[in-house]
């Protein structure tokens, strides 16, 4: 069951791009999301598909339209799906870049997604997760 849900999470990428990507997408077309989904972000908690679209547009408003990309897909058994995301952002001075880390915990149950909780770093969130 577990692969199911890292390849379903790996599935609903798409659509929290449109959402980064400033897409104004419909509720509709969140079937991956469970209606009461609970999301705990470093920003605060939010509920619901109307929640989960809040939080994605405070990201992009701290971060602005980054090319994010998520990059390692841990699959954490019963606690759910470890994403870890990077963005990468080139500085004002040639040659200088940072990298950002968002890290987070996507837990399902019968297919879909039930609760999102962020870390502030992937030690933080391999740790919650019982990996080093």
Do not use: C
Request: zero cysteines; a negative charge.
């Amino acid at each position: 069951m577990s692969s199911e849900n890292v390849e379903l999470i790996k599935a609903g990428a798409p659509l929290l791009r449109r959402l980064l990507d400033g897409e104004d997408v419909p509720n509709e077309e969140f079937t991956i999301l469970h209606p009461d989904v609970e999301i705990t972000a470093l920003t605060g908690s939010y509920r619901g598909v109307d929640g989960f679209k809040e939080w994605v547009r405070e990201l992009r408003a701290t971060f602005g339209n980054l090319p994010w990309l998520a990059q390692d897909f841990v699959d954490a058994g019963d606690l759910g799906v470890l994403v870890i995301s990077t963005a990468r952002v080139e500085g004002t001075h040639r040659g200088t870049e940072y990298e950002h880390e968002l890290p987070n915990l996507y837990t399902v149950r019968d297919g879909r997604i039930v609760r999102v909780r962020s870390f502030a770093s992937r030690t933080e969130a391999l740790a919650a997760v019982g990996q080093r």
